[in-house]
């Protein structure tokens, strides 16, 4: 069944990605529970289904792997060159069991108890830093658009706070390696 899914998936999508290459458009798709790609294993296996089409790439989104327990920084080295879009947006996840597990427990954003839940940047569990260092690596030059939600905190206090911490957290990558900068 998961297979015939994939099948679907390709049947619909590569005239959709076709369409998209001949315009120059590429198609990024926020990898998330819920839609056919939702971690490293179903990011390669959406990419396999579509033959690895050149349109076909992903919104990254560190706050949908912690939680699930998946390396979001192994992500960004992986599909580097499929990063089209990246959120900054994070998740703050429990050390311990929860009376609300990994999938919510059918409970509201919030509740206490849950073992998960959204956070405003830099007060959650994502490691940024190493988010930022790894998309310099890979070269990435798109945006860091701030994706918020933290049902804890006023809106207009988080994104206040969300902006001053993405400009906070992002650098640029050294132009020289560490030792050539005393070579002189």
Same mark, same amino acid.
């Given at each position: 069944?998961?297979?015939?899914?994939?099948?679907?998936?390709? !049947?619909? +999508?590569?005239?959709?990605?076709?369409?998209?290459?001949? #315009?120059?458009?590429? /198609?990024?798709?926020?990898?998330?529970?819920?839609?056919?790609?939702?971690? %490293?294993?179903?990011? !390669?296996?959406?990419?396999?289904?579509?033959?690895?089409? *050149?349109?076909?790439?992903? =919104?990254?989104? *560190?706050?949908?792997?912690?939680?699930?327990?998946?390396?979001?920084?192994?992500?960004?080295?992986? /599909?580097? =060159?499929?990063?089209?879009?990246?959120?900054?947006?994070?998740?703050?996840?429990?050390?311990?069991?929860?009376?609300?597990?990994?999938?919510?427990?059918?409970?509201?954003?919030?509740?206490?108890?849950?073992? +998960?839940?959204?956070?405003? *940047?830099?007060?959650? =569990?994502?490691?940024?830093?190493? %988010? %930022?260092?790894?998309?310099?690596? %890979?070269?990435?030059?798109?945006?860091?658009?701030?994706? +918020?939600?933290?049902?804890? #905190?006023?809106?207009?206090?988080?994104?206040?706070?969300?902006?001053? /911490?993405?400009?906070?957290?992002?650098?640029? *990558?050294?132009?020289?390696?560490?030792?050539?900068? /005393?070579?002189?």
């Amino acid at each position: 069944m998961i297979e015939e899914g994939y099948k679907e998936f390709a !049947r619909l +999508w590569k005239p959709v990605l076709d369409a998209y290459k001949k #315009m120059g458009i590429r /198609f990024g798709l926020e990898v998330h529970p819920t839609e056919i790609a939702f971690d %490293i294993a179903s990011a !390669r296996r959406a990419l396999k289904a579509l033959n690895n089409h *050149p349109a076909f790439g992903f =919104n990254y989104d *560190p706050s949908h792997f912690g939680y699930q327990g998946v390396d979001y920084v192994k992500f960004i080295h992986e /599909f580097g =060159n499929r990063i089209f879009h990246v959120h900054m947006k994070d998740a703050g996840w429990s050390d311990v069991p929860a009376d609300a597990g990994v999938f919510g427990g059918h409970t509201e954003f919030g509740t206490h108890g849950r073992y +998960w839940d959204f956070r405003s *940047p830099g007060r959650g =569990n994502v490691n940024f830093e190493e %988010i %930022i260092r790894a998309l310099n690596r %890979i070269g990435y030059k798109g945006p860091l658009s701030v994706e +918020w939600e933290d049902s804890g #905190m006023d809106r207009e206090h988080g994104a206040r706070e969300a902006c001053e /911490f993405v400009k906070a957290v992002d650098f640029a *990558p050294s132009g020289i390696a560490f030792d050539s900068a /005393f070579e002189k």
